[in-house]
């Protein structure tokens, strides 16, 4: 029987090292477009879940029905259309949720 050896794998772990300061716009640029996205999600994840609780009692038993795979995929659903809605504009939430997030990080 041959002999192998594995790589040696670190104990200690590393924690990450902040980045080298940027230059003032640059972080601002990106502390603003971090906003925004934080945003967005935030509005898609409410309305995926506000989406989720009108779909919770439609009926998937019929004919012509999604049946059970309907059933098992209608929160991936709802996530997608909240997803789209929050794509095509929204619904105004994320915009005052900026808003705000930016004030508190003296952006606004």
């Known amino acids: 029987m041959g002999t192998f050896s594995l790589p040696s794998i670190a ?32 509005e898609a994840s409410f309305l995926s879940v506000m989406l989720g609780e009108m779909f919770k009692d439609v009926n998937t038993k019929g004919s012509f029905n999604g049946g059970a795979g309907e059933e098992a995929f209608k929160s991936f659903m709802s996530d997608a259309m909240a997803r789209q809605v929050v794509r095509s504009g929204g619904v105004g939430l994320a915009a005052t949720v900026q808003k705000e997030m930016l004030k508190l990080q003296g952006l606004s």
Do not use: S, W, Y
């Open 11 to 42: 104990t200690t772990p590393t924690l990450p090292q902040p980045a080298a300061p940027a230059a003032a716009g640059g972080d601002e640029h990106a502390k603003r477009a971090g906003i925004a996205k934080a945003a967005k999600d935030f």
